[in-house]
């Protein structure tokens, strides 16, 4: 069974850079193919993907975003870290990762999520 | 950038057929994915690579793809349905989200 859980800060200030963890079970990202993606939903909204990390460590980020996200992985603890830095209240969303491959890229199965409040 | 576009809602009577589109350039030429989501809950995969079904998903659900339009299409629609659903693509190396279609159930 895989499942994924994201961690990381509820409350963020303006400016300040966040740090969410995907921790995941049930895969290993040093499996050819495997890869894990972000994907955050601000409330009421749509989603929008962020960024992923492949099981070679090539790594994709929103061409909107890029300059403030950076992704990495940590095979030994079967995580995924997400960094995004000048976080604005725009940036409020529930935060998620779920599994993907360079096989097919879709995303399946999702973690519950993470909501992330930008505020000061 | 690629843009996907999808109607913000359908509505639709139970044990009747909803048809949620999914608008793109050339979106036939691409492999296109549909999630569904429950309010309070993550993203579920009902449909990859057009129109397959994972495991566990049933076979109410259906999808095509042509031209510059997918379709999610749900038959016999039940009161569970009603969900946020939403459309996806890698174009460029990029992984792209339609907007989402509110389906309501009447």
């Known amino acids: 069974q895989i499942t994924l859980k994201e961690s990381g800060p509820t409350l963020v200030k303006p400016t300040q850079t966040l740090t969410l963890t995907c921790t995941f079970s049930?895969?290993?990202?040093?499996?050819?193919?495997?890869?894990v993606g972000w994907i955050r939903q601000p409330p009421g909204k749509a989603l929008e993907w962020l960024a992923l990390?492949?099981?070679?460590?090539?790594?994709r980020y929103s061409p909107s975003l890029k300059s403030r996200l950076t992704i990495t992985k940590d095979t030994s603890k079967n995580q995924v870290v997400l960094t995004m830095t000048n976080m604005d209240p725009v940036d409020t969303a529930t935060y998620y990762c779920?599994?993907?491959?360079?096989?097919?890229?879709?995303?399946?199965?999702w973690g519950q999520g993470t909501l992330v409040t930008v505020s000061s | 950038s690629y843009v996907l576009t999808q109607p913000p809602s359908v509505s639709v009577a139970p044990g009747k057929t909803a048809r949620i589109t999914c608008g793109g350039n050339?979106?036939?030429?691409?492999?296109v994915h549909w999630y569904q989501q429950k309010p309070g809950q993550a993203p579920v995969l009902v449909i990859y690579?057009?129109?397959d079904r994972p495991s566990g998903i049933p076979e109410r659900f259906s999808g095509s793809n042509s031209g510059n339009t997918a379709t999610l299409t749900i038959s016999r629609v039940e009161a569970g349905d009603e969900a946020d659903y939403y459309c996806?693509?890698?174009?460029?190396?990029?992984?792209?989200f339609g907007g989402g279609t509110k389906l309501t159930v009447l």
């Open positions: 049930g895969f290993s990202l040093s499996t050819s193919g495997v890869g």
């Open positions: 990390i492949y099981w070679n460590d090539d790594k």
């Open positions: 690579y057009d129109r």
């Open positions: 779920a599994q993907t491959s360079n096989f097919h890229n879709w995303f399946d199965p």
């Open positions: 050339n979106i036939g030429s691409k492999s």
């Open positions: 996806q693509v890698w174009d460029s190396s990029y992984v792209v």
